[in-house]
């Protein structure tokens, strides 16, 4: 006979922080699935999470039974279900910022003719808010609601530029860079040293660091303060995008003029 999931008790309190277990291993469980938008398997989740086999398999069958989660029947792969989707439609203050930015975004592409994204910074990862593809047979990995680590792209240079020193070092500590390409910066100390000519050149470039073949260069879009609220960029193919050095010239404009736009729609992210 299977074992019967354990239920919430006890024994699931007391990380130092206070916190509950089963609430943490489900919150990993879905941002784990998220980030897999073609499914994941119990062995792949299992295996990334380290979580213990009779704790998951309770938790995915409760995630299932209120719809956060679907498992495909025949791929037996796990992802995101309709409840997830719609708790995220409650959050009706993006929304709403999103519906606002949409025309300069769509003015920026039509503008530069190639795809231009707009992100703001979740822990180590950008998060993507909108993006407006060009004409261009041109498709990126990213995608509104996803995130990519923010130091493999330019938007995500721009927006850990923006953090506070102190802050900065305090969420990489302890973190290992991930490799995706040759180009990707692996080293923490290579990363604050492209990090600090970010803040002295008010912009940040991405050339292939996280899909080869493909340049980046972003802004910030600053609140009234001067805080970096989120950022916004222009992604071309490399082959298209001019002579290295002097490249980000033919943008800069344009994406620092939305971006000027933009700041007082950011405004309730400040």
Not at 110 to 131: F, H
Not at 222 to 245: K, L, N, Q, W
Request: aromatic share 4%; glycine share 8%; proline share 5%.
């Amino acid at each position: 006979m299977a074992p019967t999931p354990r239920t919430l008790d006890a024994a699931d309190t007391a990380t130092p922080a206070g916190s509950i277990k089963s609430a943490e291993r489900v919150l990993q469980i879905l941002d784990l699935v998220a980030r897999h938008t073609d499914g994941i398997d119990a062995s792949g989740i299992r295996t990334a999470l380290q979580l213990p086999r009779s704790s998951l398999h309770g938790l995915l069958r409760v995630l299932s039974e209120h719809g956060y989660l679907f498992m495909d029947p025949e791929s037996r792969v796990y992802r995101v279900g309709l409840h997830a989707w719609e708790v995220a439609q409650a959050y009706a203050h993006n929304r709403n910022i999103t519906v606002l930015i949409g025309p300069e975004m769509r003015a920026l592409r039509d503008e530069l003719n190639e795809t231009v994204q707009l992100a703001v910074l979740d822990g180590l990862d950008n998060v993507y808010l909108a993006k407006e593809e060009s004409d261009h047979p041109l498709r990126l990995v990213s995608g509104v609601g996803l995130r990519l680590p923010a130091h493999t792209t330019a938007l995500g240079k721009v927006l850990l530029a923006g953090l506070p020193t102190a802050e900065l070092r305090h969420r990489l500590n302890g973190v290992t860079l991930q490799r995706f390409t040759k180009s990707t910066i692996g080293d923490k100390a290579e990363l604050l040293r492209r990090l600090a000519a970010v803040r002295t050149n008010g912009f940040a470039e991405d050339e292939g660091e996280y899909t080869v073949g493909l340049y980046c260069v972003a802004v910030p879009v600053r609140s009234e303060s001067g805080a970096v609220v989120a950022a916004v960029s222009c992604s071309v193919p490399s082959a298209r995008a001019g002579t290295a050095g002097d490249r980000a010239q033919r943008y800069l404009p344009a994406l620092r003029g939305c971006a000027g736009r933009l700041a007082p729609l950011m405004a309730p992210l400040s």
